[in-house]
């Protein structure tokens, strides 16, 4: 028998309702005792409906009211210091240490945020030093594990595993100079046996371990660590299955055969590749294969021919008994369900699967390789198999314009007229701007206002016109707004948009949207990323009407807002059809041509958004020249068409680039802002150690927590920055857009913000 797997399901609710529970209960509208309702209902109603649709292997843990690593540090006591004494419920606790919190007398900052792999998931970075004093407060699987048995279904308990742990981690401020968070091992180990063997003693049969370092180059120094550490575990656990994802394991199947672990499973979308390799290094062995053969990442409907193939591989070689057929990944990283699709047509319905609809895939898949007589099974297999062969039709078709205009793609498209040392010159004449120039990254307040016209307008309640009408007095409000608090470059605050990707997804040809997909950034933060299933153009402009009102109502000059390539890219589901690289370079083109019209609209200074570039970055290095030689050609693509004095931007968020550090060089934007880095400023010693030449804007406070920075707090970022920075490179800007944050804390911090910049004018 086959057995079917899902390796962990979204947390929001079909109905958004842990979402909703959350931010009620972070205004203060919701008890603690009403958010843990919200959230149990939710997780029965996700266990039951994957035991309905026959999933055999459900995922229980995995559910976060914020982010599941914030879980596991709460849970093992690894909460830094500023968090602790002062007063607050554990819960509050956590979501202090997840956003920060400022109320009742208790001010400090959110802990930092990564992104989790090459996801655009935010997890909550582990801060960790010698003092770490790791002990098990609660053990938040075994709750979950009893919860679902409750509501009559036997999970699969989750477990994120301690040297993933670990190597996600960072060292406390507090920690010494050489400390290492591996070096933590053996005091963490005793927690996790706890944590295990309580699971074990309460009937749990099998423990789903995520180890997805092992995908990762890093993963192979630890071969000692994981034999060691395994070993341990397993004298007390029930049977582990080790779970990685999103990479191929290469090399690292050598150790990882020899664990004492009952089962490994695999990404075979990701890296179908490492099957024949992982299978031969296992034969001997007892362990089982879990193949993920169903996207935990993506939304296209899985090609059963193709996973039941790889999964007769798994058969021939290891018997039937030791193959699972599972999700690649979690499915955290896709929408609930299709059922909540109105408007999708019939033909794209039919190309789509969802969480839900995954679970029904990896059951079907299952039920085929056991040999199921179930009609039900074979009408499933049949209905997938027309579905895949209309899809594949339809991939056929292209649009000969945008391929013609990708294969015409000449070098010095790439490139800007002038090196930056002129274009500096001609355009501080254009602009006109002050030493230490202040600017924002886009977005404003995203009020209930404007999410209510949206919602008003889509329902047909307003008129076109009437919407129009109110994004303009927005608009013209933000203007006078940052002219008011005498912010230099201005930007038109962005209110039309519901999204930075969506906004222009809509706008463009070969996109499909959704009304209900959403997928967890950080927090309750969502977003619902389009879906690109076509070639891709841009019919008409699609910023130029408001980026020209908001520089008809000021003489500051404005700064016109894109969101770039490789972010769009990154941040939709793309298609599987056609290399990533081709998607961009139509985006990129597309992009081009709204550049040069804002240009020839008046506006001079423009910025095209990468916050996704990092993230796109393959996981394994040897991957990494190819995509980083297609992902910055494509922004210059999109950018160089403008003449010398216009001002090209660019934004990263979480940029940890210090490795890629030519490729930021080569992007050769007039302008970059990048995240606030909480931990040091290595971040910069890069730039400067490598003479980054053009201009930059280190965040000088963190917008993601309401918390707002005072003046002398961002005087004093400025002396640190300014120290490694060349004062006439430098620009002062917040480190993300504002669209999360409300007026209050906005005007207050930006008004501090100018306050330091002015300072610097006079002091630096
Ligand atoms: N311009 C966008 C904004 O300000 C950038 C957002 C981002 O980097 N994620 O909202
Ligand atoms: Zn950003």
Redesign the pocket.
């Known amino acids: 028998m086959v057995s079917s797997s899902v390796l962990g399901f979204p947390r929001i609710g079909a109905n958004r309702e842990v979402k909703k529970a959350v931010e009620a209960y972070w205004g203060g509208k919701l008890s603690a005792e009403d958010l843990i309702k919200a959230a149990a209902d939710v997780k029965k109603s996700s266990w039951t409906s994957l035991k309905e649709r026959g999933v055999d292997l459900i995922p229980s843990g995995e559910f976060s009211l914020y982010d599941h690593v914030l879980d596991h540090s709460a849970a093992f006591n690894a909460i830094p210091k500023r968090y602790q004494g002062l007063g607050l419920s554990a819960l509050d606790v956590f979501f202090a240490m997840g956003r920060g919190r400022q109320a009742g007398g208790v001010d400090v900052p959110a802990c930092e945020m990564k992104k989790w792999f090459d996801s655009n998931y935010h997890f909550v970075v582990p801060e960790l030093s010698e003092e770490t004093d790791f002990k098990l407060l609660y053990n938040k699987a075994l709750t979950e594990y009893k919860e679902a048995k409750e509501a009559g279904v036997v999970t699969r308990p989750v477990v994120l595993g301690p040297i993933s742990y670990l190597v996600l981690g960072k060292a406390a401020k507090e920690a010494s100079a050489t400390f290492q968070p591996i070096s933590l091992l053996p005091k963490i180990l005793p927690v996790y046996k706890q944590l295990l063997s309580e699971l074990k003693a309460a009937g749990v049969e099998s423990v789903q371990i995520d180890e997805p370092i092992l995908v990762l180059d890093k993963g192979a120094e630890l071969d000692k660590q994981y034999a060691s550490a395994y070993a341990e575990l397993v004298s007390v656990a029930p049977k582990i299955m080790l779970t990685t994802y999103f990479n191929r394991l290469d090399s690292n199947i050598n150790f990882i055969a020899k664990l004492p672990v009952a089962g490994l499973h695999i990404d075979l979308v990701r890296a179908p590749q490492q099957l024949g390799e992982v299978l031969a290094a296992i034969k001997s062995t007892p362990i089982v294969i879990s193949l993920g053969v169903v996207s935990g990442r993506n939304i296209w409907k899985a090609d059963f021919a193709a996973a039941i193939k790889y999964a007769q591989t798994a058969i021939t070689a290891l018997g039937a008994d030791r193959v699972i057929v599972a999700t690649s990944s979690s499915l955290l990283h896709t929408p609930v369900t299709l059922a909540n699709e109105k408007k999708l047509t019939e033909q794209q319905r039919d190309w789509f699967s969802f969480a839900l609809e995954k679970a029904s895939e990896v059951a079907t898949i299952a039920a085929v390789l056991s040999g199921s007589q179930d009609p039900k099974v074979a009408a499933a297999l049949e209905a997938n198999k027309v579905s895949i062969a209309k899809r594949r039709q339809f991939e056929s078709t292209s649009d000969d314009a945008v391929r013609k205009r990708v294969a015409a793609i000449t070098p010095d498209m790439y490139d800007r007229k002038s090196p930056f040392a002129t274009r500096k010159e001609v355009q501080a004449k254009h602009l006109n701007l002050p030493k230490f120039p202040t600017t ?4 404003f307040p995203q009020t209930k206002e404007i999410r209510t016209a949206r919602a008003k307008l889509g329902k047909g309640e307003i008129s076109e016109a009437e919407y129009d009408e109110f994004i303009k007095k927005e608009i013209e409000m933000v203007v006078k707004f940052q002219e008011k608090i005498g912010l230099d470059l201005l930007v038109h605050g ?1 209110p039309e948009r519901n999204d ?1 990707v969506q906004y222009f997804g809509e706008q463009l040809t070969g996109f499909v949207f959704t009304q209900n997909a959403w997928v967890q950034s950080y927090g309750s933060r969502y977003v619902r990323p389009p879906i690109i299933v076509s070639d891709v153009s841009r019919p008409t402009p699609m910023t130029v009407k408001w980026s020209s009102y908001a520089q008809s109502v000021s003489t500051k000059p404005m700064k016109g ?1 894109l ?1 770039g390539p490789v972010t769009i890219l990154n941040w939709s589901f793309p298609r599987d059809d056609v290399p990533r690289k081709l998607q961009s370079q139509q985006l990129a083109l597309a992009l081009r041509d709204e550049v040069i019209d804002l240009e020839k609209a008046g506006i001079s200074a423009i ?1 095209v ?1 990468e ?1 996704a570039i990092r993230e796109g970055l393959p996981l394994r290095r040897s991957d990494w020249d190819e995509y980083l030689q297609w992902a910055v050609d494509t922004f210059k693509l999109s950018t160089a068409g403008v003449t010398d004095a216009t001002q090209t931007h660019s ?3 979480y940029s940890d680039f210090g490795d890629i550090f030519p490729s930021i060089q080569r992007l050769d934007a007039d302008v970059i802002s990048i995240e606030f880095s909480k931990s040091d400023m290595k971040l910069l010693h890069t730039f400067k150690q490598y003479g980054y030449s053009n201009q930059i804007g280190p965040g000088v406070y963190d917008i993601h927590s309401p918390r707002v920075p005072s003046e002398q707090e961002i005087i004093d970022r400025l002396k640190t920055t300014l120290a490694i920075i060349p004062d006439h490179l430098m620009f002062i800007n917040p480190d ?4 999360t944050r409300g007026w209050k804390e906005t005007e207050a911090s930006l008004a501090n913000l100018v306050a330091a910049a002015r300072w610097a004018r006079v002091h630096a």
Do not use: A, N, V, W
């Open positions: 924002t990254i886009g977005s962005e930075m807002m969101s910025q958004d916050p934004h990263f968020c993300c857009g504002l669209k």
